[in-house]
T-cell receptor, first 115, second 111 residues
């Protein structure tokens, strides 16, 4: 099992450009999440999808959109990148809602720099 | 008051030391408690998971939860240089599928 995979690993964008971060999991998890991690700020939830077909805003959703393409895949889109979106982005998945299984499993991250 | 407070460190110990990492939380609804380990430039990796008060042991690692005082701890026995990482605590109330994370404690174990 690959677990949670993310592409790309690194990306540099100019202000105003758009891009989509891809995430896939092969653990048959219902729930998927997008976080950003910044120094001194910890992990902050951007969006999550409790199940296929649903998405909800997290703590810092502004400037982002998401798509739950199917049970395996959850993408994060930056429509018009800003320097404040320079960060490390992590995707995670969980069996939340399937018994007492609330732990999340993380991908390796995407390092994004917006100049 | 933040929902989960964690001392950011950094914490530096000699190899073989017993390490104690701690978090406090304010939300009584939290029922599920996790510790994650994050190596530099890697994703967080689940280390321990418990949903009850008391101790849970896994090798050199022990997670302790005290719901009455809203205090969770991770103990590492016989610490190794390979334990050098950032440790994050995380809690969940279970009803909304989300985790609340502490900001992490940076641990360095010196050979």
């Amino acid at each position: 099992n690959a677990g949670v995979t993310q592409t790309p690993k690194f990306q540099v964008l100019k202000t105003g450009q758009s891009m989509t971060l891809q995430c896939a999991q092969d653990m048959n998890h219902n729930s998927m999440y997008w976080y950003r991690q910044d120094p001194g700020m910890g992990l902050r939830l951007i969006y999550y999808s409790a199940s296929e077909g649903t998405t909800d805003k997290g703590e810092v959703p502004n400037g982002y959109n998401v798509s739950r393409l199917n049970k395996r895949e959850f993408s994060l889109r930056l429509e018009s990148a800003a320097p404040s979106q320079t960060s490390v982005y992590f995707c995670a998945s969980s069996r939340a809602g399937q018994g007492k299984n609330y732990e999340q499993y993380f991908g390796p991250g995407t390092r994004l720099t917006v100049t | 008051q933040k929902e989960v407070e964690q001392d950011p460190g950094p914490l530096s110990v000699p190899e073989g030391a017993i390490v104690s990492l701690n978090c406090t939380y304010s939300n009584s609804a939290f029922q599920y408690f996790m510790w994650y380990r994050q190596y530099s430039r890697k994703g967080p990796e689940l280390l321990m998971y418990t949903y009850s008060s008391g101790n849970k042991e896994d090798g050199r690692f022990t997670a302790q939860v005290d719901k009455s005082s809203k205090y969770i701890s991770l103990f590492i026995r016989d610490s190794q240089p390979s334990d050098s990482a950032t440790y994050l605590c995380a809690n969940s109330g279970g009803s909304n599928y989300k985790l609340t994370f502490g900001k992490g404690t940076l641990l360095t174990v010196n050979p």
